[in-house]
């Protein structure tokens, strides 16, 4: 049986992200002499929640990087709404990474650089994202002191201060409990519903077909296939991502 959707269509009442659609040509991520990424060529509109798929070492968290500009491009373009990815782009989007990456400070304090970085402070602000997240019992305690899916939980809250246009989530959910993994989608749900371009990576079939819109199946670096969820998962168009699905990984 087929779990419920969480991802909709975008509402019409949402404000599409400016940044969006994103082109990306012959894209390719080289290093150590081995391409890792290569020819990828995607089109993402605003309108849908796209998950990411693809076995280990599929280059699933390279190409997040290259898109969010954490890695430089070997080659290849990639055009946000027609402009380059500079420092304006990438400050309207935000990152949840696969191992949460936290400043050493309290959970608090963690919510509050993010909002004083974005133009100040605002306590009601922070307070609500903790409550949301179900984290404002551990407001004052040192963020390194969360177990892993609280620390997830709170990356996430800390993306979405920033009230991105365009949300990446590399395995958010990973490390944590049924509870939280469903608190996560809800809120992922949410911010796609209030506009938020969602690409989310997962390696959990019943997640993906929970939230996604569109599929991008990577394999080997490269792009196996992008299409519809509802088509990818009736029947994948690819070799690979038949493989992948029915449980025969081929690396
Ligand atoms: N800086 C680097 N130098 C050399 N190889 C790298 C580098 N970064 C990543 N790789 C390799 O590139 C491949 C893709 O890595 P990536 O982290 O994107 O995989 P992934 O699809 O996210 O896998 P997982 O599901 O395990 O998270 C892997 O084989 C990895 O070892
Ligand atoms: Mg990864």
Partial sequence: MHEARIGTAMPVAARAPALMPLEVRGLAYEAGGAALVDGIDLTLTAGEITIVLGANGAGKSLLLRLLHGLIPASRGEMLWNGSPLDRMVRARQAMVFQKPVLLRRSVAANIDFVLA??????????????HEVGLSDHAGQPARLLSGGEQQRLALARALATRPEVLFLDEPTASLDPASIVKIEQMVAAAHGVGTKIVFVTQDLGQARRLAGDVVFLSRGRVAEHSPAEEFFAEPASE????????????
């Fill in 117 to 130: 970085a974005r133009g100040g402070r605002d306590a009601a602000r922070r307070d609500a994202l903790l």
């Fill in 240 to 251: 690979a991502a038949r493989d992948y699905i029915s449980g025969r990984i081929v690396i």
